[in-house]
Structure formats: structure tokens, C-alpha cells
T-cell receptor, first 117, second 114 residues
């Protein structure tokens, strides 16, 4: 079974509008961390935001926020006021707590976001 | 500037010719890891290291070797590269292991094995 599922291979959004990128995860651990990374066309992986499984508040970092719904096992990334520079591939990832799972990031397949002027 | 540095950024080589991709971090991180990225598969872990002289296999270790003789360096070695190792490779590091540790990535190395 997929540990991290990103169901949207591609998304379009108009500049200045908000967009939500979906991510669902599967784990039986109580302790885990969820991460979002951005990969522009230049290829580097840029860390955007982190949410811990015990965090009660949704994480926010500037224009990025994470809509964390623990019971539904979803960790959607919300980008507010989209900019042309937000066009990139976005990856959701998880670090699990048990059985050494914290030793790796498990990635989803990614969502390619295109921001239109 | 805090960073993870990989070299080379691009390499085209032939089957069977040993190669090493270097990775160095200047953040005194204990944890380092190698991933490969293939279309539609996201990133998959090859090897990781929790500290000097402590390394272990990830999900796709076949055909690769690593070493961690110094804290800052974690080279990836392909002893006899094959075309199925053509991929985009990332080195990453974090201060420690732990679920709350984001990994900081290098800029990637694009390998083509002919």
C-alpha cells in the first residue's frame, strides 16, 4: 500500500489565487512528521513546511499552510496568493517514528503546479 | 552559508566504469542520506548514515556503496554502473534522526549511464 498518496498529478491556478495540494498518508505509528518540499524546474529540493503528529495547531510558514486532519490522515498544503515563481513540483513526505522509520523520508509521487498570469 | 554540496551536478558515463558522487555538508549534521528520483516514483532512499562509521541500507541499495569516515562527507559509490542507475540523485542531511527533523537537500546530481 502507498504510504503517501498525492492524487493530483497536475494542478493549474491563477496568479494571486489560493491553491490546495492534496496529500494523504498511511501509518500505524503515533509519532510521525509530515513535510512538504518544492522542486522547481532547476531540480533542487526546497523544504517548505513541517507538521508533527502531536501538533495541535496547523503549521504555517509565510504563504504556506498545512491543513492537517489527523483522523482523515491528510496533510494538504495550501498556498495563498499564488505567484508565478510557485510553478514547480511539490512533494509530500513523511518520517515515521517506529521501527527505525525515522531514518528515511517516504515521498509521494508529487503534484506539478502551474501558476498562470 | 549552510548547505549540502554534491559533485558532480551532471555526469554521462558508460556501463561498468566506477564512479563516485561526493556529498559534503557544513552544518555538523549527524544524519545523512542518499535518494534517487525517478519519474512517477518520487524519491527513494538508497543508503543512510546516523553518524560517523554508522551506515545502513535504504529501500533501493543494490548496486551502490557508501562510506562515512568523516561527519561532513558521505560519498555514493557506483562500483559497476548500469543503465538502470540512470537517475537524479540527492544527498540530504539533518541534525539528527527523528520524526521532526526536516532533511536539507543538495542540488542533485543527474547521472546518465550509457
Amino acid at each position: 500500500a502507498q504510504k503517501i498518496t498525492q492524487t493530483q498529478p497536475g494542478m493549474f491556478v491563477q496568479e494571486k489565487e489560493a491553491v490546495t495540494l492534496d496529500c494523504t498518508y498511511d501509518t500505524s505509528d503515533q509519532s510521525y512528521g509530515l513535510f512538504w518540499y518544492k522542486q522547481p524546474s532547476s531540480g533542487e529540493m526546497i523544504f517548505l513546511i513541517y507538521q508533527g503528529s502531536y501538533d495541535e495547531q496547523n503549521a504555517t510558514e509565510g504563504r504556506y499552510s498545512l491543513n492537517f486532519q489527523k483522523a482523515r490522515k491528510s496533510a494538504n498544503l495550501v498556498i495563498s496568493a499564488s505567484q508565478l515563481g510557485d510553478s514547480a513540483m511539490y512533494f509530500c513526505a513523511m518520517r515515521e517514528g517506529g521501527s527505525g522509520g525515522y531514518n528515511k523520508l517516504i515521498f509521494g509521487a508529487g503534484t506539478r503546479l502551474a501558476v498562470h498570469p | 552559508e549552510a548547505q549540502v554540496t554534491q559533485n558532480p551536478r551532471y555526469l554521462i558515463t558508460v556501463t561498468g566504469k566506477k564512479l563516485t558522487v561526493t556529498c559534503s555538508q557544513n552544518m555538523n549534521h549527524e544524519y545523512m542520506s542518499w535518494y534517487r528520483q525517478d519519474p512517477g516514483l518520487g524519491l527513494r532512499q538508497i543508503y543512510y548514515s546516523m553518524n560517523v562509521e554508522v551506515t545502513d541500507k535504504g529501500d533501493v541499495p543494490e548496486g551502490y556503496k557508501v562510506s562515512r569516515k568523516e561527519k561532513r562527507n558521505f560519498p555514493l559509490i557506483l562500483e559497476s554502473p548500469s543503465p538502470n542507475q540512470t537517475s537524479l540523485y540527492f544527498c540530504a542531511s539533518s541534525p539528527r534522526t527523528g520524526v521532526n527533523q526536516p532533511q536539507h537537500f543538495g542540488d542533485g546530481t543527474r547521472l546518465s549511464i550509457l
